[in-house]
């Protein structure tokens, strides 16, 4: 996988069509080759409960939401100890009354958005394995999300905006303040005095929160499709939004409260929800699976990686193993997937969707790389440490081609 990339001069001293001229004359006796795309290792599957729709990891313990029954009869919280991620140990559980959907840890409690009839529920999970109520507060709209600083819980209310809830005292939560959005709030993420709102077609906010009694909106970034997840770079001035049917949306947050787009990705399915690790970042696709895209060169996003996952991806939670990222999808009605992704390689000829099948479509991205069309510099990445795209970028692409992928 590639770790980084900078801009690079293209030389184009040859011609498009002659360079597509000698790879099909190349390639032409080679029959195009079914390659199976990479594959991790299922570490493990946890049952679902029927619909499993988030997932969020705090220390040892991997915390799933469902929103319908349980094995017990019971709806919302499962805890599970993940200390050995091939293995993962059930520890507790607690009944919702309403679809739980988003669930945020801050020290010994958990806040979960319970739309429906829940609304926000706050836990104390000092002890996992029995979670016990402190408090909830039935919010006006879906409570759909739910972000914490502080004393203050943030809920992403749908239709309604966003509610500021005064959780100082979990038993009596208050609403401290409201605001009001022209779109439909999907998920909060808030960066120190900054609110950053996924408010669906109304794209992605910034919203001034130094007071969280008088919010006011300082920047708007519009989306390709519906803004539905948050996530921030954990290494750069990066936000990541997810964009349902437009993909994904990188954002410039360098400036708190004026976010810029800097590039988009369309991925193949419906981009619900983002998760960043170093420079990748990982895109829970619903029917689409999971995806890696490299964003080490924000203008130009790209797919690295697709894994294909029994359900939806709704939800992806990461963490670090011993020589790689560990994933645990929530997979809707299949429901959490392990994956180990470590031990994956890279088909350095794999240009283009459909991934792990080796085509015409590959060459023609190869192509288009090769001129940097769309900023896509991947071509000139081949024969390193040439860092330019010339004929020994050409000579790896067609030798890869024609020796397939792992």
Request: charged fraction near 15%; hydrophobic fraction near 45%; glycine fraction near 10%.
């Amino acid at each position: 996988m590639r770790t980084s990339r900078q801009n690079r001069s293209i030389p184009m001293t040859i011609n498009t069509n002659i360079l597509g001229v000698v790879c099909l004359a190349v390639l032409a006796p080679v029959a195009f080759a079914d390659i199976e795309p990479c594959a991790p290792d299922y570490f493990a599957t946890i049952a679902p409960a029927s619909f499993t729709r988030d997932v969020e990891i705090a220390g040892d313990y991997l915390y799933i939401l469902d929103d319908t029954v349980l094995e017990q009869d019971q709806t919302g919280l499962r805890i599970l100890d993940i200390s050995n991620p091939a293995a993962p140990a059930f520890v507790g559980a607690f009944t919702t009354p309403g679809q739980a959907s988003d669930i945020a840890i801050a020290g010994e409690r958990a806040y979960i958005a319970d739309g429906g009839m829940g609304g926000l529920l706050v836990l104390d999970i000092s002890d996992p394995a029995t979670p016990v109520m402190l408090g909830s507060l039935d919010t006006p709209g879906a409570c759909l999300a739910v972000d914490v600083v502080g004393t203050t819980a943030v809920v992403a209310d749908g239709h309604l905006g966003v509610q500021f809830i005064d959780a100082a005292s979990p038993g009596s939560m208050s609403i401290a303040s409201t605001l009001d959005t022209d779109g439909l709030a999907t998920d909060v993420l808030i960066d120190g005095d900054t609110l950053y709102v996924a408010d669906r077609h109304n794209g992605l906010l910034a919203v001034d929160i130094t007071d969280p009694l008088n919010p006011a909106i300082t920047g708007q970034v519009g989306t390709q499709g519906a803004a539905f997840g948050l996530a921030r770079s954990p290494v750069d001035d990066f936000l990541y939004v997810a964009e349902a049917e437009g993909g994904v949306m990188l954002a410039d947050v360098s400036i708190p409260g004026s976010p810029a787009l800097i590039s988009e990705y369309d991925t193949p399915g419906t981009a619900r929800a983002v998760a960043a690790f170093g420079t990748d970042v990982y895109v829970a696709d619903m029917y689409g699976g999971l995806h890696v895209l490299d964003a080490s060169d924000p203008m130009f996003l790209g797919i690295t990686d697709t894994f294909a996952t029994d359900g939806a991806a709704a939800s992806v939670a990461l963490i670090e193993g011993t020589a790689g990222e560990i994933a645990f999808v929530a997979d809707n009605q299949a429901g959490v997937q392990i994956l180990n992704l470590q031990h994956c390689d890279d088909c350095p000829a794999d240009f283009a969707f459909p991934f792990g099948i080796l085509d015409l479509f590959d060459v023609d991205a190869f192509i288009q790389s090769f001129y940097h069309i769309n900023n896509d510099d991947r071509a000139a990445m081949l024969a390193e440490p040439t860092d330019v795209a010339d004929l020994a970028d050409i000579v790896v692409f067609l030798t890869s081609f024609n020796a397939g992928c792992p």
